[in-house]
């Protein structure tokens, strides 16, 4: 992403809009927002992991 401008950015926003509409785009944005928390979730180790267990005898 080195390449990209301010310009580009302000343009690609322009496509976003014609392409999905100024009224869609508040749940697009709030569905975007969950699928990233989920997956943020989904990649950091649980707690669980980090424990060691006891072998059982």
């Known amino acids: 992403m ?3 401008t301010g310009w580009h950015f302000l343009i690609l926003l322009f496509v976003i809009l014609l392409v999905f509409g100024a009224p869609k785009l508040p749940g697009l944005a709030k569905s975007l927002a969950e699928s ?6 989904g990649m950091a180790p649980s707690k669980d992991d980090d424990t060691p267990t006891k072998p059982t005898e």
Do not use: Q, S
Request: no cysteine; aromatic share 12%; charged share 20%.
């Open 2 to 4: 080195g390449n990209l």
């Open 36 to 41: 990233l928390k989920i997956f943020r979730n």
